[in-house]
């Protein structure tokens, strides 16, 4: 397996301008879109309820699934039509986190971006999920600014001694 690039709504311009410039041309490349079941699966609890169970055809979990899963083929077009050479598409749900480091292994390089504080340095620039899969990947990662990085005065303080 070659280059994984997860794909997130916001940031994954970032992720397929990386994907251009640091994945080899004759490198396997992946764009990777990971859908957390989580909205759908409580959809489909709260039907099932406080809704009743007699009309599964008025089940609102059903519908959001569908609506992730257009969602999720509009974002992997984008990646795709804005990396301009041949690709592979992965799409994974589930615990978001763990489905990327599952994805990544056997890969070369995962490529992210960061999606926390954009306006600092730090650990805040990564939100749960990413500071999970750079803590966790099984191969070598490849950290991206989703916009131009900020100043070094933006470096938390050191610790008190």
């Known amino acids: 397996m070659g280059v994984i690039a997860w794909i997130v709504e ?23 879109y990971v859908g957390g079941g989580d909205v759908p699966g409580i959809a489909h609890g709260a039907f099932a309820g406080l809704l009743g169970r007699g009309h599964p055809e008025r089940d609102p979990g059903a519908r959001l699934e569908d609506l992730g899963a257009a969602s999720a083929a509009r974002l992997l077009d984008a990646a795709e039509e804005r990396l301009g050479r041949p690709c592979g598409r992965m799409e994974r749900y589930g615990r978001v986190e763990r489905e990327v480091v599952a994805a990544a292994e056997g890969a070369e390089l ?14 805040h620039s990564l939100g749960p999920a990413s500071r999970f899969v750079v803590d966790h990947a099984p191969c070598p990662v490849l950290l991206v600014w989703p916009a131009p990085a900020p100043g070094l005065g933006t470096i938390p303080p050191p610790p008190r001694p």
Do not use: M, Q, S
């Open 10 to 32: 916001g940031t994954w311009p970032a992720c397929v301008d990386a994907a251009r410039r640091y994945a080899p041309e004759p490198a396997g490349l992946d764009l990777l």
């Open 110 to 123: 995962l490529i992210l971006a960061r999606d926390g504080d954009p306006a600092r340095l730090g650990p």
